[in-house]
């Protein structure tokens, strides 16, 4: 006689799910328990200190610090006009690239508008001075958005929308060289700071593309002069940290060019170091890409009759690029929270402010200081568009198969 | 129909300007031009900017004194060592702090890259969590978080550390521990350690190629190293029993200041000077038959907290002493206020006995400060800890310095914040076996010599405001570490996982089927495989975290970037100094570089 047997242990349902995930042994039960009993403990204690004891007045009382430093507080609109200016842009190539593409901009548009959206609203409730323009900015990115939809034929042209778009917005924030009143006013590099002024290096990784890809091209050519010229400032460039070369470039550039220690701004010496960096990077990205090109390509182009220009501009490069572009996106994340190093230099970067912040008398009044609240506030805010990026990176990396092929 | 005339006036070669060798020549040679000239002109204006402000351009400036400060040093160094040795200093830091770092970093990287492939969900997802938050945050703000959000703003003052058993000790300025340092006796060991050595060598090759020849698997090392850690070990023993004090040794004690040297006195004039050089790691015991430290109780912010009424005298540990007793030094005092005692003698709360219970009760506590509002100094009781027969045993630093608490007369009325006074005097001078003061002081001292094994034990104290003795790391060091540990491993853990998934999958399937276990199948199917896919872009991550070091100026630890840059301040010679810097790190990385080539022609597949 067949003696009835208990079923096998269900793995299916929550309870299986459970099961299978959480208590599949006796010791990855106790594994569960500690650790779980550990995550709501750290949770649970970081509510209560972030709802709790935490100051948070001095972060909220300095935000206009944080987000542009000393540019003046009359034309705050230009930045956020810029803001408006770049997101609408980003809503327009939504439509303006094929669908999977499409879809990532997509993704990071409507997050970023729900930031943008959020911070409006704390505007207006705050009333602070800029809050019609906050509004005014987010009405321009929906707006934009909307009319990309219409698929106007404009969008033939997003690359030169993005090129004007972008010398606009260096108006915007600069003002008219030579203009010394009026809204259009010259606001000096020397004021600028905060978040703003780590979106403006961060776009070094613009600057450093073509140069990258020269140096690339240079170092993967069969001209020896210059293919060792391109090797040796590839690697003497990567060899040493940034922080070295923002520190060489503020105290060697007034040198290399003959004018005295302040002539040239702090910013420009931070762009060229950040852009020249980020070039050494960007370069051997651009030589991994090229080497992943298979060899039959360009023979190919050769065979029907391109020119070597020709068979890399129009045949190598393209593929090449295509295949990096996720390792672009990475190095512009690491670019982007390597802006903070600027602070060697004297900028006031999105970290450096909270440097001012920490040292405020009202900051040191407060029992225990405030550095934890300001780290955590900085971590947030960096994290939010560092991984924004990255998951962006990852996407594209699904979207053009790299590897898969 | 037209044809092209193919007659023989077509010329054989191509025109110079379609030649793309010469034009590559060309192109070159253009390109040397203006490259040259580019360079010559950033040239001159160097030259021109540095001789007209008049700052050096050349090395010579190093070999000058450096008069740096420099709190944490892994080689002796003074302020009037050269501008080279300050850059010793420097590199020697980076070089502890990446070596260390990498150790730390490799291990939790691997424990994270493998909890994120871990069967258990929780485990999985907080390893998800840990890389992407750390990997998406700038490694300056995580160093300033542990610096001066943690490591500044947690742990309590010097004066009342956190302690952990073994005699660490735990505090704003650092973390200290026991450590064994080589003594002067240390030479008798050595001839062991070097046999010792050539022994494990020996037997290493000897049982490698009998190894390799019998076709057998086992592993070289083991019986090489019982053998070689026996002989070491009788050695040590043999030392220990060889070892003596040398003849001359002699200390000079400065009691008033707390502090003395332990010599070699090749003059024999009892006294340290003259060139005598202080000697390293030498063992003996401070005795004080009777003396007294002082202090003043005071509010002060701690840990984040305000702490009322508080006293703290250098800590005495229960076995130094026989006798110990704090008193008020204002008799009125003592009638109104009581003491309250958490660490042994040493530290308290002063408290007014409010409910007149006989006991403290939190909020009794002796307030100079508002509620509310930040201490801002002294004001407080003014207490004396008097102790009879106390004792300690002391190793003497680099330098040969060691430091014991201050202590003054026992009784005498002592109004100098310094503590010495003018009752104290001079501290008597000592050789051994004690012997006996001038009657000007009368505080009664004695430095005994004790001879020291090979290796002395040197357990940190803290007879004033910082650690003496063991291994001390700063609060910036710790901060550094952490910060590059953390952000490094991140990395490393998305390196390891993706070498564990891409070992195929059959070779587990095939360590089950010969009936491994799911460790053995790990630790010998697995790992060994994953280790060639993770271990070249881990190197480069050593790398990183190596270049990345130089953050330390964030922290205020001086590495060589930031020390370089102090020279390049101080003396103006930005030009070299910066030519210095990008040459070292030059060769930290072509270093591995080097070890990444060695690496990769030692993991490749030797395919058949």
């Known amino acids: ?405 | 129909m037209a044809t092209r005339n193919l007659g023989p006036e077509r010329p054989e070669s191509i025109p110079f300007y379609r030649n793309v060798k010469i034009i590559g020549t060309l192109v070159q040679i253009v390109f040397v031009l203006l490259v040259g000239f580019g360079i010559y002109i950033l040239y001159d204006n160097v030259t021109t900017r540095l001789t007209t402000s008049n700052l050096p351009a050349d090395f010579s400036f190093l070999d000058e004194r450096a008069g740096v400060p420099i709190g944490e040093t892994t080689i002796p160094y003074t302020t009037n060592d050269s501008y080279w040795r300050a850059l010793l200093v420097g590199i020697l830091n980076t070089l502890n702090v990446a070596v260390i770092g990498i150790i730390l970093t490799s291990i939790l990287g691997v424990v994270i890259g493998v909890m994120r492939l871990s069967t258990n969900w929780l485990l999985r997802q907080i390893a998800t969590v840990y890389v992407e938050v750390i990997r998406n945050t700038p490694l300056a703000v995580q160093l300033i978080f542990w610096y001066y959000a943690v490591l500044l703003a947690v742990p309590p003052r010097v004066s009342n550390p956190i302690e952990l058993p073994g005699n660490i000790f735990f505090s704003q300025v650092g973390i200290a521990f026991p450590w064994l340092f080589p003594s002067y006796n240390f030479s008798l060991w050595l001839p062991w350690l070097v046999v010792a050595a050539i022994l494990f060598g020996g037997l290493f090759v000897y049982r490698r190629t009998q190894i390799e020849r019998s076709e057998r698997s086992g592993r070289a090392w083991t019986w090489p190293l019982v053998v070689a850690l026996a002989v070491a070990g009788l050695g040590y023993g043999v030392a220990s029993w060889q070892s003596s004090l040398p003849e001359a040794i002699d200390a000079e004690f400065l009691a008033d200041r707390g502090r003395g040297t332990i010599f070699l006195d090749r003059n024999g004039d009892g006294k340290f000077g003259d060139g005598e050089r202080g000697l390293a790691r030498a063992v003996a015991t401070v005795a004080v038959a009777q003396g007294q430290l002082s202090t003043t109780s005071q509010d002060l912010t701690e840990s984040g907290e305000v702490v009322y009424g508080t006293f703290r005298f250098a800590i005495l540990e229960e076995h130094e002493y026989s006798s110990a007793s704090v008193d008020f030094v204002d008799p009125s005092a003592a009638e109104e206020l009581s003491l309250h005692f958490l660490r042994g003698p040493s530290i308290g709360t002063v408290y007014r006995d409010r409910n007149n219970n006989g006991v403290y009760d939190p909020g009794e506590e002796l307030r100079d400060t508002a509620e509310g509002a930040s201490p801002s100094g002294f004001s407080g009781i003014r207490l004396t800890l008097s102790v009879t027969d106390f004792e300690r045993r002391v190793v003497s630093s680099r330098d040969g310095s060691f430091r014991v608490p201050i202590f003054t007369v026992a009784g005498a009325e002592d109004d100098s914040t310094t503590g010495g006074g003018t009752g104290g005097g001079l501290g008597g001078l000592f050789g051994p076996p004690g012997g006996t003061d001038d009657a000007e002081s009368a505080l009664d001292t004695s430095v005994t010599h004790q001879v020291a094994l090979p290796l002395v034990l040197s357990v940190p104290t803290i007879p004033r405001s910082d650690y003496v003795g063991g291994v001390r790391l700063s609060e910036a060091f710790l901060a550094l570490l952490f910060g590059l540990v953390i952000y490094t491993a991140s990395f490393i853990a998305e390196i390891v996982r993706g070498g564990i998934q891409a070992v195929p999958n059959g070779q587990r399937e095939a360590a089950n089927a010969l009936g491994l276990g799911s460790y053995q199948t790990f630790s010998l199917i697995v790992f060994p495989q994953a280790v060639r896919i993770i271990l070249p872009p881990m190197i480069s991550q050593y790398l990183n975290l190596t270049k990345n070091s130089s953050l330390a100026i964030l922290v205020t630890f001086a590495d060589f970037f930031q020390i370089s840059n102090i020279i390049a301040n101080q003396t103006g010679a930005a030009v070299p100094m910066y030519l210095i810097i990008i040459v070292g790190y030059l060769i930290i990385s072509l270093t591995f570089a080097f070890i990444l080539n060695i690496v990769n022609e030692r993991m490749a597949l030797v395919e058949r």
């Open chain 1, 1 to 405: 006689m067949a003696l009835a047997r208990k079923p096998p242990p269900a793995y299916s349902g929550v309870l299986g799910w459970l099961r299978a995930n959480l208590f599949s042994s006796w010791f990855n039960s106790l594994v569960t328990v500690v650790v779980a009993a550990l995550v709501a403990w750290t949770l649970f204690g970081l509510f209560a200190w972030t709802f709790g004891s935490a100051t948070w007045t001095q972060v909220w009382n300095n935000l206009k610090l944080f987000a542009v430093y000393r540019y003046p507080e009359a034309l705050l609109w230009r930045p956020l006009l810029v803001v408006g200016l770049l997101m609408g842009l980003l809503g327009l190539s939504v439509f303006a690239t094929e669908e999977g593409i499409a879809r990532i901009l997509r993704g990071t548009f409507w997050q970023i508008i729900g930031l943008i959206l959020v911070l409006s609203a704390v505007a207006f409730v705050a009333s602070w001075g800029v809050r019609w323009m906050w509004l005014f900015a987010s009405a321009l990115s929906l707006g934009a958005y909307a009319w990309g939809r219409t698929r106007p034929a404009l969008l033939q042209q997003i690359g030169w929308l993005w090129i004007g778009g972008l010398l606009v917005s260096v108006l915007l924030l600069y003002g008219i060289p030579g203009v010394h009143s009026g809204p259009l006013e010259v606001v000096s590099v020397r004021e600028w700071g905060g978040f703003m002024l780590t979106f403006v290096l961060t776009t070094g990784i613009v600057v450093s593309f073509p140069l990258g890809v020269a140096l690339a091209l240079g170092r993967r050519g069969n001209l020896p002069i210059i293919k060792y010229f391109s090797v040796s400032l590839i690697e003497l460039v990567r060899g040493a940290p940034l922080i070295t070369w923002l520190f060489i470039a503020s105290l060697m550039v007034p040198l290399l060019l003959d004018v005295g220690p302040d002539a040239i701004s702090p910013l420009a010496k931070a762009y060229v170091a950040i852009t020249l960096f980020s070039t050494a990077y960007m370069a051997e990205n651009v030589r991994g890409g090229l080497q992943s090109v298979p060899k039959g390509q360009a023979e190919a182009a050769r065979a029907l009759g391109l020119s070597g220009w020709q068979t890399t501009r129009l045949i190598v490069l393209p593929q090449a690029l295509k295949a990096v572009i996720p390792a672009i996106v990475g190095q512009a994340i690491g670019l982007f929270k390597d802006t903070s190093l600027v602070f060697v230099v004297g900028l006031f970067d999105l970290f450096n402010v909270h440097n001012i912040v920490a040292q405020q008398q009202s900051s040191l009044e407060v029992t225990g200081g405030i550095r934890l609240e300001l780290s955590l506030f900085l971590a947030v805010l960096y994290f939010f568009f560092a991984y924004r990026m990255s998951l962006a990176s990852r996407q594209l990396e699904d979207q053009l198969g790299v590897g898969t092929r």
